[in-house]
């Protein structure tokens, strides 16, 4: 097998920058999977900091800058993505950061040092991370976004506003519905503001985290089928419309498992499971990815917050109608130390009661799980019957006696009787 990178490493998580930058990861190492003699030894043919310029379907080969045209059997495009331009005058200066190269990582958390001022652009789940880190490294920081609050693309309101909360608390400063008109440089080119619909932010530094764009510059080129996402089309095995052609991660879009809608920009365990699935089939196995129910969850200041399937903003959007339970509760016994509440609310529909969406924000304890569990019970279509009647764990430390789960979907067929 051989492997192209522009990059110099492979398999790291760049996922867990943010929390090098935090402090709560004590070194860019421990981000690295392996070093680079295991794929040696493991029979990988790795060129390293290697630019791919083409792509030819018909004659099954790629054009390598400075090697020149590579045959292949099977290919494999886990090209990922971009972070999508913001559209205004001064990316080109000095002083905007993109997290992405673990490298690169590594020089920013010297500019983040010594930065004094702070913005990051897009409430994004990135974003989310990256104030928390900005704010305790105690330098001002701002967060810009357009939208009426944070996340505003995937999760709702209430689940938010805790969260905003918490971000003021640390002293973050909060610009929603604040468009960015520029970035601003010194004589020497170098950031010294923003501007925004709203007046003029002093910064030394911006993280730049809109929403991820496919880079699919080369498979657009070649031919393969690009969707209404930007993302490369796949079937079930993740292959692509071109012959021997197989795709995974950003790269790609796969489809919703209720609304059928495209999606893209999913997080690393859709990629891994993705790129565990074309690379198994680009080598003549036959296994198949399903649909999603995107499980998801992040720290944001002080909360966590998660979630499956979409929440009451997005159902509304695409014209699913909905019931809904809300509870309150804790993951532990309540008068065990440092319990924390957990606001959980179920979306099902109105006359089948199948679970449709979940969305949650607590303290961290049982939040991924829950998510977890909720994408599956929406995949096999259990309805608020099932998990009202559900069983869970009790002990003090680990479960309380009344698991959120079950008290929101009561409250969800309390609601539909009230119809």
Same mark, same amino acid.
């Given at each position: ?43 990988? !043919? ?28 099977? &290919? ?29 990582? $590594? ?20 974003? %989310? ?24 693309? %995937?999760?709702?309101? !209430?689940? %938010? ?12 400063? &909060? ?28 910064? !030394? &530094? ?67 499971? $993705? ?37 009451? *903003? ?44 979940? $969305? ?15 994408? $599956?019970?929406?995949?096999?279509? %259990?309805? &608020? ?14 479960? *309380? ?19």
């Amino acid at each position: 097998m051989v492997l192209y990178t522009q990059f110099e490493d492979i398999a790291y998580s760049p996922c867990g920058i943010p929390y090098v930058h935090g402090g709560e990861i004590d070194s860019f190492d421990r981000l690295i999977l392996a070093g680079k003699q295991a794929y040696v030894d493991a029979g990988i !043919d790795v060129h390293y900091e290697s630019t791919v310029t083409s792509i030819n379907t018909a004659k099954k080969t790629i054009t390598v800058k400075g090697e020149g045209e590579v045959s292949y059997d099977s &290919l494999v495009i886990g090209t990922g993505f971009a972070y999508a331009d913001p559209g205004v005058p001064g990316t080109d200066l000095g002083g905007l950061y993109y997290v992405k190269n673990i490298r690169a990582a $590594q020089e920013w958390d010297k500019v983040i040092a010594n930065s004094k001022r702070a913005v990051v652009v897009e409430a994004s789940p990135l974003a %989310m991370e990256m104030v928390t880190a900005l704010a305790h490294r105690g330098i001002e920081t701002h967060l810009i976004d357009p939208n009426p609050y944070a996340l505003s693309n %995937m999760a709702d309101a !209430d689940i %938010m506003a805790p969260v905003e909360e918490s971000f003021r608390e640390l002293g973050i400063h &909060l610009h929603f519905n604040t468009t960015l008109e520029a970035f601003l440089g010194d004589s020497e080119g170098k950031l010294r503001a923003i501007k925004t619909s709203a007046g003029e932010i002093p910064v !030394d &530094l911006a993280v730049v985290a809109t929403h991820k764009t496919p880079n699919n510059a080369l498979a657009a080129a070649a031919g393969i089928k690009i969707g209404s996402t930007g993302g490369l089309v796949v079937d079930e095995n993740m292959k692509t419309s071109a012959p021997d052609v197989w795709a995974a991660g950003d790269a790609c879009e796969i489809p919703h498992g209720l609304a059928g809608t495209p999606l893209q920009g999913l997080t690393g365990s859709h990629a891994y499971a $993705q790129g565990k699935t074309a690379g198994q089939n680009a080598g003549g196995g036959s296994k198949a990815y399903r649909t999603v129910f995107i499980p998801w969850g992040t720290p944001a200041g002080k909360w966590v917050i998660g979630g499956a399937s979409f929440g009451e *903003a997005t159902a509304t959007a695409l014209g699913i109608p909905y019931i809904v339970g809300v509870a309150e509760g804790v993951s532990r016994s309540r008068y065990y130390s440092g319990v924390k509440k957990t606001k959980l609310k179920i979306l099902a529909d109105p006359k089948s009661h199948k679970i449709l969406g979940a $969305q949650m924000v607590g303290g961290g304890d049982g939040i991924k799980e829950r998510a977890d569990f909720l994408a $599956q019970a929406i995949r096999f279509g %259990m309805t &608020l019957e099932d998990l009202a009647t559900m069983e869970s764990v009790f002990s003090p430390a680990i479960g *309380a006696l009344t698991e959120p789960i079950v008290a929101a979907a009561n409250n969800g067929l309390a609601a539909a009787k009230k119809g």
